[in-house]
T-cell receptor, first 114, second 117 residues
Framework: DSGVTQTPKHLITATGQRVTLRCSPR?????VYWYQQSLDQGLQFLIQ???????AKGNILERFSAQQFPDLHSELNLSSLELGDSALYFC?????????????FGDGTRLSIL | AQKITQTQPGMFVQEKEAVTLDCTYD???????LFWYKQPSSGEMIFLIY??????QNATEGRYSLNFQKARKSANLVISASQLGDSAMYFC??????????????FGAGTRLAVHP
């Protein structure tokens, strides 16, 4: 158990819809990261928050947004969903942003767009 | 730009044997971290081992060791005494000090390991 909690585990929805994925980091971790894993793109970094502030952006679409709340949990919002958004979405957390800090991953949310 | 290359899409190993999973990387950062993660068929990502670019000794964690050759830019994972539960996808990843900040992990494409009894 990594200590990172993601909900829901599975999500099935239709094109054009909007969903929210939720992440609770490990106790004491200030940094939260979101990744997308798909068959064609592999594991791609989306966005990172540190103690409530956005720190880095990766290949995140404009239809996607995220935030980190004062209690440090984070939400990833995906809107106007397309078939290609079907993927496994991971949240990870680490104590800070040092390059020797391992990121601990949650079990992921598997999103299926019908 | 940083890049991770895992050239072995799939590997087989007999139970109790050792296996090496290859990883090469490319970066211009002087300071970076290298990580290995395991992804079983159930989907979760499990952190295995870390190696810092300035570390003099190869990292070890139980049955996992990292064969770090800085001049060759390689960071191979060695699993000793393979067990059936080691069957999974293995990802090599890197974090750099400057490009992209101390933030994102860059992953390789992964190697699927199958352990046979």
């Amino acid at each position: 158990d990594s200590g990172v909690t993601q909900t829901p585990k599975h999500l099935i929805t239709a094109t054009g819809q909007r969903v929210t994925l939720r992440c609770s980091p490990r106790s004491g971790d200030l940094s939260v990261y979101w990744y997308q894993q798909s068959l064609d793109q592999g594991l791609q970094f989306l966005i990172q928050y540190y103690n409530g502030e956005e720190r880095a952006k990766g290949n995140i679409l404009e239809r996607f947004s995220a935030q980190q709340f004062p209690d440090l949990h984070s939400e990833l919002n995906l809107s106007s969903l397309e078939l290609g958004d079907s993927a496994l979405y991971f949240c990870a957390s680490s104590e800070d942003t040092g390059n020797n800090q391992p990121q601990h991953f949650g079990d992921g949310t598997r999103l299926s767009i019908l | 730009a940083q890049k991770i290359t895992q050239t072995q899409p799939g590997m087989f190993v007999q139970e109790k044997e050792a296996v090496t999973l290859d990883c090469t990387y490319d970066t211009s950062d002087p300071s970076y971290g290298l990580f290995w993660y395991k992804q079983p068929s159930s989907g979760e990502m499990i952190f295995l081992i870390y190696q810092g670019s300035y570390d003099q000794q190869n990292a070890t964690e139980g049955r996992y060791s990292l064969n770090f050759q800085k001049a060759r830019k390689s960071a191979n994972l060695v699993i000793s005494a393979s067990q059936l539960g080691d069957s999974a996808m293995y990802f090599c990843a890197m974090r750099g000090a400057f490009s992209g900040g101390y933030n994102k992990l860059i992953f390789g494409a992964g190697t699927r390991l199958a352990v046979h009894p």
